[in-house]
């Protein structure tokens, strides 16, 4: 039996037709080894949602193939669990009925007990008979999280699952999509967030404007790429003088922050400050970043993740 759970390969799709066709996906190939949390990189618009609406059946490539453990999409629905970038629950239902009535849209019946069980695991006994409409943000999302487990499944796919939450809430949700990880489930999730992959994915694929930049584990994506160490300085310097300097492979402004980016941060630092001496400007607010996603995906399509 194959270890590869899911398989996306040379995958187009589009949305509207004529003038108002926009390609989200441009021959897209990737896999998922079951088991392994996978995260999808990128920014909005980068085509993340449309590759998981193919491979939960919601959208029809133009080209390519997808397959759900080894199966077509709308033949492997039961095996998925899925949770919208919004969540789009049922405001005058409970808690407890939204559990019951997505879990019977997979012809699986729960009883009370595996409902509290569920409900529990989540945080949310409490809310148990309170209605949707009543939840906070982040309690909305962890009943998302719920309803994606009301079947079972072996396979959660997550769509932005801690967009618009504060940090101790989407920190709260890494810990109950690391235990999925732990009960041997395989998660796929998209962010657009480098913490958040990072923090999670043991694989990552960078994706932007319907294309795969990159895949691989977070670590050697960025070993791959050479990315260096970054400085990062409150500064006005002539950027022409300060590439000129020790180490010095790049230099950019972001905003009033001057970055540099080294391959020897201990001979440009020095530099960066007699520089600075010489033409009676001030440092502040000095900083030593060592190379992450965010600084490949700058490095792959010329623009910062978030711009």
Known sequence: ?????????????????????????????????????????????AGKSTLLACLEGLHQPEAGVVRVAGLPPLQAKGRLGVQLQK???????????????????????????QIDQLLARFGLAEQRGRRARRLSG??????????????????????????A?????????????????????????????????????????????????????????????????????LAELPLDQVQGLPGVHSARYTGQHLEVETGEPQATLPALQALAARL?????????RQPNLEDAFLRLTGRALNA
């Not at 005058?92 to 997505?102: F, G, K, M, N, S």
């Not at 999280?145 to 801690?162: F, G, H, N, S």
């Not at 990552?204 to 960025?222: E, K, L």
Request: hydrophobic share 50%.
């Open 1 to 45: 039996m194959s270890n590869l759970i899911l398989e996306i390969d040379a995958v187009r799709a589009s949305y509207g037709r004529g003038a108002g066709r926009v390609e989200a996906l441009r021959g897209v190939s990737l896999s998922v080894a079951r088991g392994e949390i996978f995260g999808l990189l990128g920014p909005n618009g």
């Open 87 to 113: 969540a789009a629950l049922l405001d005058d239902l409970t808690v407890a009925e939204l559990i019951e009535v997505y879990a019977a849209l997979y012809n699986v019946f729960p009883s009370r007990a």
């Open 138 to 163: 982040g309690q909305q999302q962890r009943v998302a999280l719920a309803v994606a487990l009301a079947a079972d499944p072996e396979i959660v796919l997550l769509d932005e699952p801690t967009s």
């Open 165 to 233: 939450l504060d940090p101790q809430a989407r920190r709260a949700v890494w810990d109950l999509i690391r235990a999925l990880h732990d009960e041997g489930r395989t998660v796929l999730l998209t962010t657009h967030a480098m913490e958040e992959a990072e923090a999670l994915c043991g694989r990552v694929a960078i994706i932007d404007q319907g294309r795969i930049m990159a895949s691989g584990t977070p670590a050697s994506i960025v070993a791959g790429l050479e990315v260096r160490p970054t400085l990062k300085a």
């Open 280 to 288: 009676g400007r001030t440092i502040g607010e000095i900083s030593l």
